[in-house]
């Protein structure tokens, strides 16, 4: 719908300034995602900065921004209510460490399995939470305490600082690129609002809420150097057994959001990540946060975009992000905290838009049905649930109406040859979902004596297809009949066995393709 790319190319100025852009839009994500997880605020801060650092230098894509996220947030809140920050620091250990060893063994590769539809379906999906997640700082607390709409100057001027956030982000890069658009909104808007006296929510307002009464008036962002310690726990059996479930789920959904955010840089960017090294940074980083007192994290769709959007490209952009939000953190806290909210809110709103795949529409106006309806489902599981369901059920359901849609996509065109034996001639895939179509095709009890089944034009892709014509050659044999299969791969011959008693292979026809075996890696 727009384009908000400003650069296709990596240089020195667009990353820093972009990085600086990315820290300022970290510090109430942060936050927030700590008190979601139910830790202390640096904790979150702590963790975007080390999972910012040590993904940009050590991953495998540059201009991807990880942090603390609120999809392995949400997952730490049980464990850090029953068992205390300690055990959340080990299992975010271990998530590291299993992590690690996903990019050991070159598993990134598997991101290639989500199909389109499921990609599309998990960008809308994210875009709509963070267009939700945003409509909670147009809430404010009462006297009583709850959370409340606003209402009156309050809300418009709230509105309106959004709504300049946004025209100066779109039409500044018309004028000049030569700085971030996202960076002279917010700083500009935080000016304005400081000229003027508005009455604008703050950053340190929007923590401040999340504290406790008594505890509201000491609220700051300002803090120390993350220091070494190893998680306070018991190094037992017992402890592994409370923390792998917990790590294992951080592993598995911090690795589909890094790889999924990684495709979709690769496609704006047109460049290509690398997996499997996304794994091992991803892991790296959240070892390092278990031992620094971090709550770890993965890649950042929403501060990813805004990177992207404001020309870094770079791996020195996702280290400048990191770098300025340590500085803002022991140094700087006080110009952190007088932004407002609605500068911030506004970015991510921009965000929300060039990252919704409006061409899905596209797709949903098309005569392919499967394709909108697994597009519709895996946004819907990514906004009511969460992504790592929403891709596996994606996944899943492509596999499944792919299956359905090909098993009836096999058929044979049968003739006699000059001896008299009937060829059936194959076409069409052989596996699990079109055995039974298969088996139709075939009428042992009134064929000749001699029948050929021709694979020239089909393969056969799974045991359940070498089954059938096992199960096949059985029927013919059982009639006194003679089944000969020509055309068949070697890796297929290698795997029929009992068929072998009844089957003649016609190697001289035999052309030099394969199938796809674990043997071709």
């Known amino acids: 719908m727009f384009n908000l790319i400003t650069s296709k190319d990596s240089n020195v100025k667009n990353d820093v300034l972009s990085g600086i852009t990315v820290a300022l839009a970290l510090v109430p994500e942060a936050v927030a995602f700590a008190f979601v997880a139910g830790v202390e605020p640096m904790v979150g801060l702590y963790a975007a900065f080390m999972m910012g650092l040590i993904t940009s230098i050590a991953g495998g894509r540059p201009g991807m921004i990880s942090g603390a996220t609120g999809a392995t947030a949400v997952v730490m809140v049980a464990l ?6 300690q055990y959340l620091f080990a299992a975010v250990l ?12 070159k598993l990134g590769k598997f991101i290639r399995l989500v199909p389109y539809p499921v990609m599309l379906g998990f960008v809308n999906g994210l875009a709509i939470v963070i267009f939700l997640a945003q409509l909670g700082q147009f809430k404010i607390l009462d006297n009583l305490g709850n959370l409340q709409w ?17 025209a100066i982000i779109f039409f500044l890069p018309k004028l000049t690129t030569a700085v971030p658009a996202s960076l002279v909104a917010i700083v500009g808007v935080t000016v304005l609002v400081h000229w003027l006296d508005l009455e604008a929510r703050t950053v340190i307002d929007f923590v401040r809420d999340m504290l406790p009464e008594d505890q509201k008036a000491a609220a700051t962002l300002a803090g120390e150097l993350p220091t070494f310690s190893i998680p306070m726990v018991p190094f037992t059996f017992e402890t592994l057994y409370i923390i792998l479930p917990t790590a294992v789920i951080i592993a598995l959904i911090g690795l589909i959001e890094s790889l999924l955010t990684l495709s979709l840089i690769d496609e704006m960017t047109d460049t290509r990540g690398q997996g499997n090294r996304e794994c091992l940074g991803q892991g790296l980083a959240n070892t390092v946060n278990g031992f620094f007192g971090g709550m770890g994290g993965c890649a950042m769709i929403g501060q990813s975009m ?16 990191a770098v300025v939000l340590l500085g803002f953190i022991l140094f700087a806290a006080p110009l952190i905290e007088m932004i407002p909210l609605a500068a911030l809110v506004g970015v991510m709103f921009i965000v929300v838009i060039g990252t919704f795949e409006w061409a899905s529409f596209r797709i949903i106006r098309g005569v392919n049905k499967e394709d909108a309806f ?19 059920v994606g996944v899943i359901v492509s596999a ?7 098993a009836t996509h096999i058929h044979a065109k049968t003739h006699e040859d000059k001896d008299g034996w009937k060829v059936y001639e194959l076409e069409g ?4 979902g079109s055995v039974l179509h298969f088996k ?10 001699d029948v050929v089944i021709d694979f020239n034009e089909s393969r056969v892709w799974d045991s359940s297809g070498v089954d059938a014509i096992d199960g096949l050659a059985d029927k013919y044999a059982q009639q006194g009949k003679k089944l000969h299969i020509r055309h068949i791969s070697p890796e297929c011959r290698e795997l029929m066995t009992k068929a072998q008693e009844y089957v003649e292979m016609n190697l001289n026809e035999d052309p030099r393709y394969h199938v796809a075996s674990n043997k071709l890696g």
């Open 80 to 85: 850090v209510a029953q068992h205390g920050i």
């Open 94 to 105: 271990l998530a590291g460490v299993l992590q690690m060893l996903a990019g050991a063994f």
């Open 150 to 166: 606003m209402q009156g100057d309050m809300l418009y001027i709230m509105l309106g600082l959004v709504l300049l956030t946004m």
């Open 306 to 321: 805004i990177n992207i959007n404001s020309g870094g490209r770079g791996r020195l952009s996702g280290i400048t992000a």
């Open 374 to 392: 697994v597009l519709f489902l895996v946004t819907a599981i990514t906004v009511i649930a969460d992504l790592a369901i929403a891709v596996v």
């Open 400 to 406: 499944l109406v792919f299956a359905w849609k090909h």
């Open 429 to 432: 895939p052989l596996f699990f």
């Open 440 to 449: 139709e095709l075939f009428d042992p009890q009134n064929d000749p004596q």
